[in-house]
């Protein structure tokens, strides 16, 4: 999905919100100039996508068309299909990493992080019968996260685990520093950004 089309439907949903949008507050949510929100709006009344009202005279209204209906049902389907193309695209890599892993024998693995990308690896590691025994909270936080136990790193211990996995897409030394200083070795770390 381009970055115009990503635009024209977060516009398009803040329209159908019907939440006094304004000019400036559309700027801000978009980050972007008002001068091209500004052209953006008017970029959409040109195809039809939405109408301009006055009320009173000194205030603007946006409506979506029956056209823009349409437009942004085909928007959100068309954005639906690319994150979930993402989310596969995303499981299949880590699957793979993953994979190597298993055959290598890990089969106690904990997964540091609480994000989307820990919910991915924590269901690839199901899916290939591994266990997950805990969730190590970067921040110190105990709970629980998909239903099991989350404990704060300085809980863990190297020899309960075969292999510590860090959830995330972007790279943090820190999080190595704090993994690597509670005892793992560097063959017990995988990340998942390269």
Do not use: C, W
Not at 10 to 19: H, P, W, Y
Not at 65 to 71: A, D
């Amino acid at each position: 999905m381009d970055k115009e089309a990503q635009r024209n439907l977060l516009i398009l949903n803040e329209i159908a919100n019907g939440t006094g949008l304004t000019q400036r507050s559309l700027a801000q949510k978009l980050d972007v100039a008002l001068g091209l929100t500004n052209l953006y709006l008017k970029r959409l009344v040109q195809k039809g996508y939405i109408k301009v009202s006055t009320i009173p005279s000194s205030r603007i209204k946006y409506l979506l068309t029956p056209k823009g209906i349409v437009e942004k049902t085909r928007l959100t389907y068309q954005y639906m299909n690319h994150s979930l193309y993402l989310f596969r695209e995303a499981r299949k890599t880590i699957r793979k990493g993953l994979e190597s892993l298993v055959h290598k024998g890990a089969k106690r693995v904990a997964i540091y992080g609480t994000s989307e990308a820990a919910e991915l690896a924590f269901l690839t590691l199901r899916e290939l019968g591994v266990e997950v025994p805990v969730i190590i909270s970067r921040d110190g936080y105990k709970g629980t996260f998909l239903g099991l136990p989350v404990r704060p790193l300085a809980e863990i211990s190297a020899e309960e685990l075969d292999l510590v996995i860090v959830a995330s897409f972007i790279e943090n030394a820190n999080d190595m520093a704090a993994i690597s200083k509670q005892g793992f070795a560097p063959g017990k770390i995988l990340t998942l950004y390269h």
